[in-house]
């Protein structure tokens, strides 16, 4: 089958390895305009986009999809199907219909589950012992379209968001290969999602990402690691100023702390929450980069029992 390819970060270079490396044609591939990125804020092609050119395939850089010229580009195409792995906008009406079989996405969740743009960071911020990947056929209804495969990951307890989704990005590929093959010889049709099970998962913003101490400590961590690395977890000293947090550990055998309380032991740099203390792994404050919390701590000279967390 001719293939139009929607993806845009990293994450979505093993499926497009995969589909170059298929019996398929990829004629062209359509991603994100390149944006400021770096100290520099100087503007960047994404990783699709990079590796793109380096396979020599064509490459769409729309600002938007709405424009009558680029869905007449995109229908000049004559592809049979669109394969997509976080393109990182909505796809209009316009275009659904311009493949022959559609738009078929990669999402990283087990549907219906985790509808929407975070589903890997609100996986593990949940608890989530098991979660997976899904491809359904793309339609008007954010992440509602019906299912053509699945396939199932155990979340480990120390996985990071970060770490869950390279796992299902590269075995998301070979799903999204095997459902393309399906399509393309007749063997594969659709099933309706289930209407039971249905969560959302929104982006998550700075603030969310915020470390609420008064949070038991098991809470901590997840949120901690489900924002790791994106958008990264963070709180404040006493001063104001914020501190980013690498994954921490809980550490219930030790005596409690007041939330927020901060404390250097030989067990490590330890921080009070709403139960029993979480042990700091690695930290970065403001414009430095990240180092072991002891360093940290030994050059901060913080007073004893400082407190984090106040208002930023």
């Known amino acids: 089958m001719r293939l139009l ?65 680029v869905v007449d580009r995109i229908a000049a195409l004559d592809v049979d199907l669109a394969p997509v792995v976080a393109y990182g906008a909505l796809l209009p009406p316009a275009v659904l219909d311009v493949p022959r079989h559609g ?46 495969g699945t396939l199932t990951e155990t979340v480990r307890p120390r996985d990071t968001s ?21 399509i393309a010889d007749g063997s594969l049709r659709p099933q309706p999602q289930s209407t039971d099970g249905v969560s959302h998962a929104p982006r998550l913003t700075v603030d969310d990402a915020r470390v609420r101490w008064e949070h038991p400590a098991l809470a901590v961590d997840r949120r901690v690691r489900g924002c790791t690395p994106a958008p990264g977890a963070w709180t404040t000293l006493p001063d104001g100023a914020r501190l980013k947090l690498g994954p921490v550990r809980p550490r219930d055998d030790l005596e409690p702390l007041p939330p927020g309380v901060l404390r250097s032991t030989r067990a490590g740099v330890v921080v009070g929450t709403g139960t029993h203390p979480v042990e700091l792994g690695e930290v970065a404050p403001a414009g430095k980069r990240m180092m072991p919390a002891a360093d940290w701590a030994r050059g901060a000279r913080l007073p004893d029992d400082a407190r984090l967390g106040g208002t930023p």
């Open 5 to 69: 390819f929607a993806g845009t970060p990293e994450v979505a270079l093993p499926s497009l390895d995969a589909l170059l490396d298929s019996t398929h044609e990829v004629v062209a591939v359509l991603t994100r305009p390149d944006a400021p990125a770096g100290r520099g804020r100087r503007l960047t092609p994404s990783p699709v986009r990079v590796r793109a050119e380096e396979a020599g395939v064509p490459v769409l850089t729309p600002s938007s999809l709405r424009d009558p010229e």
């Open 162 to 182: 970060g770490d869950l989704l390279t796992r299902l990005a590269a075995a998301g590929a070979t799903l999204l290969r095997a459902t393309v093959d399906g």
């Open 103 to 148: 738009w078929v996405n990669l999402h990283f969740s087990l549907l219906p589950a985790w509808r929407g743009a975070a589903p890997v960071q609100h996986a593990v911020l949940h608890g989530d012992e098991v979660t997976g990947a899904t491809t359904f056929r793309i339609e008007e209804g954010l992440d509602t379209g019906p299912v053509y």
